[in-house]
């Protein structure tokens, strides 16, 4: 997923899943669908600073209807509340139709700096795109 930001609180990424990522026939895996709504929520983070680390504490997620695959979806992240070292986010993933498939309250926590080193922004790939 290659997400935009709207420089403010939000990131979108337009996204299929393919085949190989389905729990039943032709419907995406739940966890498969965690997974896409974490990292929305955990890109919203990096809107205004790029090198700022977090890591999800809890996550709660409702599954309002089956995520297709083959079929373009809209990620979008949200933020909710920064505390500084602790953020509430939302994501969540939208059908062709506009409707929620799956939902997410995310509870992100700072990472100390002294646990993540010298590391290479760009080679992480951690990145919200102009």
Same mark, same amino acid.
Request: no cysteine.
């Given at each position: 997923? !290659?997400?935009?930001?709207?420089?403010?609180?939000?990131?979108?990424?337009?996204?299929?899943?393919?085949? %190989?990522?389905?729990?039943?026939?032709?419907?995406?895996? $739940?966890?498969?669908?965690?997974?896409?709504?974490?990292?929305?929520?955990? @890109?919203?983070?990096?809107?205004?600073?790029?090198?700022?680390?977090?890591?999800?504490?809890?996550?709660?997620? !409702?599954? @309002?209807?089956?995520?297709?695959?083959?079929?373009?979806?809209?990620?979008?992240? !949200?933020?909710? %509340?920064?505390?500084? !070292?602790?953020?509430?986010?939302?994501?969540?993933?939208?059908?062709?139709? $506009?409707?929620?498939?799956?939902?997410?309250?995310?509870?992100?926590?700072?990472?100390?700096?002294?646990?993540?080193?010298?590391?290479?922004?760009?080679?992480?790939?951690? %990145?919200?795109?102009?």
């Amino acid at each position: 997923m !290659r997400f935009t930001d709207d420089g403010i609180d939000e990131v979108r990424a337009v996204y299929t899943v393919g085949e %190989k990522y389905q729990g039943y026939p032709g419907i995406v895996h $739940g966890g498969v669908v965690a997974a896409m709504l974490d990292e929305a929520a955990g @890109r919203v983070v990096l809107i205004n600073d790029p090198e700022r680390f977090f890591m999800t504490a809890k996550m709660e997620i !409702r599954y @309002r209807q089956p995520v297709p695959t083959e079929t373009e979806l809209l990620i979008v992240g !949200r933020m909710v %509340k920064d505390r500084r !070292r602790l953020i509430e986010a939302h994501g969540e993933i939208q059908l062709p139709d $506009g409707s929620v498939a799956a939902e997410a309250t995310v509870m992100l926590v700072d990472i100390p700096p002294k646990y993540v080193g010298d590391v290479d922004h760009e080679e992480l790939g951690w %990145k919200v795109y102009d």
